[in-house]
């Protein structure tokens, strides 16, 4: 058996006035180690508020209101699910780093969440800046947010993922405020990581390249459920429904020598 992380039965709603807005409504979805699993969709479909409403870091006014995640077969709650068995990365890594903390104090802070910080903290920081390919790692300690560029912040983030040792991966739009050459670069990262580390990684992005490129699995969202999932070859080759065949489209057009 596989280790696996499972979001069941999630419903997430806002409150306006005395009715709750339903943002997702009953998604399900498991991750398996080793797996890339993409969820895609419209902008405003829910995705992220599904990536929030399981680790419980939902915005003011938002509540999970049914639901919950299962590690293997035991339910897991958010707190202990934050850093321990679900690392997170960002869309816009600035707002990430705290600006007046160094990132030896980024790595020192995420290493004491999970309880793993100890005389042996900065060996383990350097490797993780190495495996991600921040180069001269040393240098990289002592340096503040906005000394980085976006493209340093983001392999930051994601070695600060690592040092955590946690099994599976969130990653929130991870490119989509990087030029291409970088995002190509950080999408290739992932994809690396995802294999040698053998982690389970949940995918949210709109961009269907990104999909193309790292994701074995794919669950199409709109309104707030989950329409279609199939294998990425499956998605790409046989959509069954109107807003994945959509989604399919509008990457085809911009990509017409693929298709």
């Known amino acids: 058996m596989s280790e696996t992380l499972t979001i069941e039965n999630l419903h997430v709603a806002a409150q306006h006035g005395h009715h709750d807005h339903v943002l997702v409504d009953g998604v399900s979805l ?8 993409a969820l ?16 419980g870091v939902l915005p003011p006014g938002v509540r999970v209101t049914q639901g919950r995640v299962l590690h293997n077969d035991t339910t897991v709650a958010p707190e202990r699910l934050r850093g321990r068995v679900v690392a997170t990365i960002l869309q816009n890594p600035r707002s990430a780093f705290n600006p007046i903390r160094t990132m030896a104090d980024h790595a020192r802070e995420t290493l004491r969440a999970v309880g793993r910080f100890d005389g042996d903290w900065r060996s383990r920081t350097l490797e993780a800046f190495a495996t991600v390919g921040l180069e001269d790692a040393e240098s990289v300690l002592p340096l503040h947010a906005f000394e980085m560029s976006g493209g340093m912040l983001q392999r930051a983030m994601i070695a600060l993922a ?24 950080i999408l290739d990262l992932l994809d690396e990581l995802a294999r040698r580390r053998n982690l389970g990684v949940l995918l949210i992005t709109h961009d269907m390249g990104v999909v193309a490129r790292l994701a074995d699995e794919v669950a199409v969202m ?37 298709a």
Not at 30 to 37: A, E
Not at 40 to 55: E, P, R, Y
Not at 162 to 185: G, K, M, N
């Open 30 to 37: 498991t991750l398996r180690r080793g797996r890339i699993l």
């Open 40 to 55: 895609v969709g419209a902008s405003g479909c829910g995705k992220s508020m599904t990536c929030s409403g399981a680790q």
């Open 162 to 185: 690592l040092l955590s040792d946690a099994p599976f991966l969130f990653a929130d739009e991870p490119t989509t405020d990087l030029d291409l050459i970088v995002q190509a670069r």
């Open 222 to 258: 709109e309104n707030g459920r989950i329409i279609e999932r199939a294998t990425t070859r499956e998605i790409f080759d046989n959509p069954q429904r109107i807003a994945t065949r959509e989604l399919v489209e509008a990457h085809m057009s911009l990509y017409p020598e693929v």
